[in-house]
């Protein structure tokens, strides 16, 4: 049974910053992604990196703000969050291999975390 195991959320102040881990318990994953939900709005796509790490791609929202990267066994992936906002509050999931053709659509992945809350305060 695959499991994505997210760390790192926190409450923060606007402009600061936290760091986000999401571990695969078993195996390699040819795209790993972050999404973001926040109360009574639906699951919106952050960020996505392929398996080596050669193509990032983030949500126009958080582009020049946050980082997503692998580390060097390809199981684990990070989201650096830099210069929060308040509108950046959300629970931040992990989500991992891509079984379908959109990087940004929830529902093309087949495997999720449990969720990290991100909380910022202005």
């Known amino acids: 049974q695959v499991q994505l195991v997210e760390s790192g959320g926190g409450f923060v102040q606007a402009g600061g910053s936290l760091r986000l881990s999401c571990a695969a318990s078993e195996r390699t994953f040819n795209v790993m992604a972050w999404f973001r939900q926040a109360p009574r709005k639906e699951r919106e796509f952050v960020a996505a990196i392929n398996i080596s790490g050669s193509s990032p791609y983030y949500a126009y929202s958080v582009k020049g703000r946050f980082t997503i990267s692998r580390d060097s066994t390809k199981t684990t992936v990070y989201l650096q969050m830099n210069s929060l906002k308040p509108e950046d509050t959300a629970v931040y999931y992990c989500?991992?291999?891509?079984?379908?053709?959109?990087?940004?659509?929830?529902?093309?992945?087949?495997?999720w975390g449990q969720g990290t809350q991100v909380t910022v305060s202005s």
């Open positions: 989500a991992a291999d891509l079984i379908a053709g959109s990087l940004t659509e929830p529902n093309d992945y087949a495997y």
